[in-house]
Nanobody, 118 residues
Framework: QVHVVESGGGLVQAGGSLRLSCTASGSIFSFNPMYWYRQAPGKQLELVAVIDGDGSTGYADSVKGRFTISRDNADLTVYLQMNSLKPEDTAVYYC????????????WGPGTQVTVSS
């Protein structure tokens, strides 16, 4: 079993920054891929960023150049640094961990609210 929990959300003005954290526990290791998703009111869940065990990363076009995903393998923590925030970034942000022999299982955190005011 793997558990993840997010923190760091809040209210920020447009143009500001926030850093989200996701701490994992259980049968998870530094090489497991980790993801950040978000869901805005009335919209579908959107993949925001991913980081693989080798440190390679990927981003949604909407956040490229503004968001940075990173991980601290010693603490099993993944971060999402969000800069130049826009009102359209307002959403609940979720951390997702993939695990198992073929990463066939996934665990979700409860989410953290990010609100960007204009």
């Amino acid at each position: 079993q793997v558990h993840v929990v997010e923190s760091g959300g809040g209210l920020v003005q447009a143009g500001g920054s926030l850093r989200l954290s996701c701490t994992a526990s259980g049968s998870i290791f530094s090489f497991n891929p980790m993801y950040w998703y978000r869901q805005a009111p009335g919209k579908q869940l959107e993949l925001v960023a991913v980081i693989d065990g080798d440190g390679s990363t990927g981003y949604a076009d909407s956040v490229k150049g503004r968001f940075t995903i990173s991980r601290d393998n010693a603490d099993l923590t993944v971060y999402l640094q969000m800069n130049s925030l826009k009102p359209e970034d307002t959403a609940v942000y979720y951390c997702n961990a993939r695990w198992g022999d073929n990463y066939q299982f996934e665990s979700w955190g409860p989410g953290t609210q990010v609100t960007v005011s204009s």
